[in-house]
């Protein structure tokens, strides 16, 4: 099945205890508010990532949409999903931006890194997934994923929360609040709640207590004699200067309806290096969503594990082609079918053309645009962190062993060389850093450790754990496959 679908029953809500499948769907008009609530669930982070990444959020919007549909019909419809804006490639952004790069080249090498990844679920779907767990254990892909979201902290540290702290620490403290109190649908919208909030105490801020003198990058450039210059670096600085938190021109300046703006992608060795990383990321998070849904469904979706996969690699590419953000699964989206047990891949049609009508109001994408610095600076400490810690998580989840120093070192080693994003100078053109010298380290470090392991050394020598002495739970070596994936917030 690709498009069309029975009715399910009377087209109603169904009973208690009843599921309408994938192929199944409510009547039109309850299907179009089941597609509306996907529209909610993956609307915050789909373009709050564009902002941070320096992505045009209409684009974003507008290619999410087109990428589900693509998504949809390569799976055959088997797989209910919404391809959303990944989170997994914000590292490499801002560590490709530090070194000069432009939203040319950041899309340059994020859509190298889509057709790398579909070409992996092309090899998937030919040779079996267990392919994935050899190559990329749960050690292995739990390390990415948190150098991944660890790397980020300096662009908090010195980018957004700068400009506005006091707003950065309100809007956090928000979003802690939210996360913690708030249940069901309005938790799965933190991270959207926060942003309104810090963007509405913004504009109360600006109204009550006039303007805020702080560094905004790019703007108020000036050299070491205080005279203007062009182009930000080491002897052209951005300096403090007096200004409006909210910024309101471009959005009255904008249509109302029209195309985002279209810009072909550059291709940079260096840069690619630095977004490859994700793919692996990107792996463990479709495989884990894919059984996710399976498990909901009660399918055997296997067979179109490496569709799903290359399906996710073919929407990145398409979009970054243009301009776009790179997409991804969502785990908000599956959230919404746990908790209405409707999995109609209609819905997702619905939520898909919704986005792409979205995408056609550059007024919208202008608004986001302006959301203040200081207010990205309270959302990404929480972004940005859950990142990280859903390395841990996935250690936690397969009971990765780090009593044996095979798991132990190398993660240790790439996990410090993300964060201090250290650089090994290859050549004087091909330096590897932070994200992609970290990956590279856990990658080969683990495989090779673990073929020069003695075959009698069973691990430990490095960290006696006390759990093992009063009788704690079995751990994973970390070597086999895991069991299964769980969905991840993707705030995905």
Not at 1 to 6: E, L, Q, S
Not at 182 to 202: C, D, E, M, N, Y
Not at 378 to 387: D, E, F, N, R
Request: charged share 10%; aromatic share 8%.
């Amino acid at each position: 099945m690709v498009i069309g679908w029975k009715l399910h029953g009377d087209g109603r809500t169904p009973p208690p205890g009843e599921v309408v499948r994938p192929d199944e769907r409510l009547s039109w008009p309850r299907t179009a508010g089941i597609g509306a609530q996907h529209v909610v669930a993956m609307f915050g982070a789909t373009f709050v990532f564009p902002v941070v990444m320096g992505l045009d959020p209409n684009l974003a919007i507008m290619m999410s949409g087109i990428a589900t549909i693509l998504f949809l019909l390569i799976v055959g419809g088997r797989v209910p999903s919404y391809l959303g804006t990944s989170a997994s490639f914000v590292g490499a952004v801002a560590a490709i931006r530090a070194a000069g790069g432009d939203s040319a080249t950041v899309t340059g090498a994020i859509f190298v890194a889509g057709l790398v990844l579909a070409a992996v679920g092309v090899l998937i779907h030919v040779v079996g997934g267990e392919v994935i767990h050899k190559v990329f254990p749960p050690v292995v892909t739990g390390a990415v994923v948190m150098l991944i979201g660890f790397n980020l902290a300096p662009v908090v540290a010195t980018v957004y929360w700068p400009q506005d702290q006091w707003t950065a620490l309100a809007t956090l403290a928000f979003a802690v609040l939210c996360a913690v109190l708030l249940r069901g649908f309005w938790a799965r919208i933190t991270i959207l709640l926060a942003l309104v909030f810090g963007f509405v105490l913004s504009w109360l801020l600006d109204a009550a207590a006039g303007k805020i003198t702080s560094v905004l990058p790019g703007q108020n450039l000036l050299d070491g004699a205080g005279r203007p210059c062009a182009a930000e670096g080491p002897y052209c600085i951005a300096t403090a200067f007096p200004h409006e938190r909210v910024n309101f021109t471009n959005v009255r300046a904008a249509d109302w309806f029209g195309f985002p703006d279209l810009h072909a992608p550059d291709f940079k060795t260096s840069a690619i290096l630095l977004a490859l990383p994700a793919v692996i990321a990107l792996i463990a998070e479709n495989t884990g969503h894919v059984k996710a849904v399976a498990a909901m469904t009660h399918d055997d979706l296997d067979p179109v594990l490496g569709r799903a996969i290359a399906a996710d690699g073919v929407g990145t590419a398409l979009a970054t082609a243009v301009g776009g953000s790179p997409t991804t699964t969502y785990a908000e989206n599956i959230g919404v079918m746990a908790a209405t047990r409707i999995y109609s891949t209609a819905a997702y049609f619905v939520a898909a053309v919704v986005a792409v009508l979205f995408g056609l109001c550059p007024k919208f994408g202008a608004l986001v645009a302006a959301t203040p610095g200081g207010v990205l600076g309270g959302i990404t400490v929480v972004l940005y962190g859950m990142i990280g810690l859903l390395g841990a998580k996935i250690w936690i989840e397969n009971r990765v062993d780090f009593a044996d120093p095979v798991n132990l070192v190398p993660v240790a080693a790439a996990i410090i060389l993300a964060i201090g994003n250290v650089t090994l100078q290859v050549t004087d053109d091909f330096p590897l850093q932070g994200i992609a010298l970290g990956t590279i380290a856990v990658l080969v470090g683990y495989h090779v450790l673990n073929v020069l392991r003695r075959p009698e050394d069973t691990g430990g020598g490095v960290i006696a754990p006390a759990e093992e002495e009063i009788g704690g739970p079995v751990r994973h070596s970390g070597h086999e496959p895991p069991e299964a994936g769980t969905p991840r917030n993707d705030a995905s």
